[in-house]
């Protein structure tokens, strides 16, 4: 019981002491702690903002630098976007000029006045593709374009009428009217051409040749339209 009193006395004394320092100090304390809450506290937040400036600003530097690496080694170069406005406004692109001969004859059987003509006839064909309903998929990240054509069509089917050759004309030797011969001829020439256009829209040798031209002219159009841009992957798909 004794002892409990000894510590009682002891706090006590301990409390007063606090208390009279506290009022022997207390102007001191409070011009410290004004300094502090003024000074001291401001100043240590503005450190922390620095800190975390200085922190961001180094994680930006090691991201662009490692960006900056990844790009040069994996050669993408990033400057804008794929251009394709220059070939769209190929629009009805001409891929391929073909040409082929016929050989058209009429004897005597075939009409009144026993003539016998027999003619070679030349001529050309263009085939074309759209590509103002084409459609482009255009993938900046990857370096890749996607482009959707229609298949090629006959555009153009002429007579080389330049390079037309009588191989033979005969009369009758009751009939020597030239002119009725050229009258002959010029419905000769109507079958030459449409002969000419059935081969051309039948051979699916045409057609095949026509594609090839296609793509390879698109894919050196964009890339020509895209010389900034390395290792640009293009690729044509014809729709059907």
Known sequence: MENENKEK??????LEEIIKFIKKHYKKFIFFSLIFITFIIPAFIVYKK???????EKEDSFYQY????????????NQGSIMIDSVKEAAKLEVLEVRDVEFVFQGPDKNDENITVWLEVPGTGTFIVDLQISEFIIDNERN???IRVPEPE?????IDYAGVKQLKFENDIFNDSVAIGE???REMLQDGYLLIQKEFTSNQRYYNS?????????????????????NLQVEVEFMK
Not at 9 to 14: D, R
Not at 66 to 77: A, D
Not at 218 to 227: D, Q, R
């Open 144 to 146: 890749y374009i996607l």
């Open 183 to 185: 009258d002959m001829a």
């Open 9 to 14: 006395e002891k706090q006590k004394f301990n």
């Open 154 to 158: 006959l555009s153009v089917c002429k």
């Open 50 to 56: 620095e800190e975390k400036k200085v922190k961001e």
């Open 210 to 230: 026509a594609k090839a031209a296609a793509e390879s002219l698109i894919i050196g159009m964009v890339k020509e339209a895209n010389l900034n841009r390395d």
């Open 66 to 77: 490692g960006y900056e690496k990844g790009e040069k080694e994996n050669h993408v170069s």
